[in-house]
């Protein structure tokens, strides 16, 4: 009974997505006083009182159509910012994300866009209360920025209406233009570009940027990169990312996997970076292998190689003071290595300097 009960449900939930598909390709096309129920009845091959069982007036079915996407836009862009770390990458995730939310939902945003909102309507006003949020959220990029002396004093309310408006005006240019691709993402940086440089121009407090006007490549992975470019571009220097490395699994895992199994004869593990760690704690579950790391030194390179090994519950014995191989040798001269068995889980591209050096000390 539950089964049938839970496929009517679906049922049910798969013709109002229909419905609301086709109300809005309509909106987008003609005013809201030229669609009428009639129309969007005739559009999905369904009875107009078929319309009129999931939404009591024409106006119920404009306004969820557009609440629908508001609350799906700000849920999505506040998990999003959640985890950015300072109010520039706050601001370029607030700008990609909202221009690239509209440009797949382009129905929407030309309903948005066009629409005059009744103000007595107590749906126009869940939708403009879903406005404001949407407008609080930059105003508190802005905010912060101000205060983090990241952007010049500026009026926050007129600046983020400013910037809302340029998005929507690049978003309808590129849908007039039929933009796909990565030429989205191209006008996206080109547009944050735009903005970034208005907040940064003019300081009061004569902060200097030592490297405005400057055009810095930045070729590290798509992760790596976002930290690198937000240092960068706090100091004024116009960012391309252009990744020449990314991060896979290797094409056997032979070698790391004879070690793995046999964790006993391990005396020292080396993380050269965050992603091996990753790499390795990601294998280590696949062959559901448990290390004791009790007899093990585990020698992190970097505080955030260390961050993210504390993060795996991978206990840390060493840092050396250089984060290089020379610095891990150095560290490790101080122990007897001879006949201990060292074990780097490491990418293929990694220069031989670190093992040679360990051999040297007597290592294996």
Not at 138 to 146: E, N, T, Y
Not at 279 to 294: A, Q, Y
Not at 305 to 328: H, L, N, Q, W
């Amino acid at each position: 009974m539950m089964l049938v009960k839970e496929k009517t449900e679906t049922k049910k939930q798969i013709k109002r997505e229909r419905i609301l598909n086709a109300a809005a390709e309509l909106f987008s096309q003609k005013s809201y006083h030229e669609v009428m129920m009639e129309d969007v009845a005739k559009m999905i091959g369904v009875a107009k009182g078929t319309v009129y069982n999931y939404f009591t007036s024409k106006e119920e079915l404009y306004f969820s159509i557009m609440s629908l996407r508001m609350e799906n836009l700000l849920n999505s862009l506040t998990e999003k910012i959640r985890s950015e770390h300072n109010s520039i990458d706050s601001l370029r995730t607030f700008i990609l994300h909202v221009y690239m939310f509209m440009m797949k939902y382009q129905n929407f945003f030309l309903m948005y866009k066009k629409e005059s909102l009744n103000s007595g309507s107590n749906l126009c006003d869940k939708l403009r209360d879903l406005e404001d949020q949407l407008k609080e959220q930059l105003v508190g990029i802005i905010r912060m920025g101000i205060k983090d002396n990241l952007f010049r004093e500026v009026d926050d309310e007129f600046t983020a209406n400013s910037i809302l408006g340029s998005i929507y005006g690049t978003v309808q240019r590129d849908i007039d233009r039929r933009i796909n691709g990565e030429q989205r993402i191209i006008e996206t940086e080109k547009l944050f570009e735009f903005i970034i440089h208005a907040l940064y121009s003019g300081f009061k407090n004569h902060v200097v940027l030592p490297l405005k006007n400057k055009n810095i490549v930045v070729t590290r992975t798509v992760e790596q990169s976002k930290e690198s470019a937000s240092a960068l571009t706090r100091f004024g220097a116009n960012v391309i990312v252009f990744p020449t490395l990314e991060i896979v699994p290797p094409a056997s895992w032979d070698g790391f996997d004879s070690v793995v199994i046999n964790p006993d004869k391990i005396d020292f593990i080396i993380f050269t970076s965050a992603h091996a760690v990753e790499m390795f704690s990601l294998r280590c579950g696949e062959l559901n292998v448990d290390i004791n790391f009790e007899k093990i030194n585990v020698v992190a390179v970097g505080n955030k190689t260390s961050a993210i090994c504390k993060r795996y519950d991978i206990p840390v014995t060493i840092v050396p003071e250089k984060f290089s191989a020379e610095g891990v040798i150095e560290k490790l001269s101080k122990f007897n290595l001879k006949d201990k068995f060292i074990f780097i889980p490491r990418s293929a591209i990694e220069r031989e300097e670190l093992s040679r050096g360990l051999k040297d000390l007597g290592a294996f």
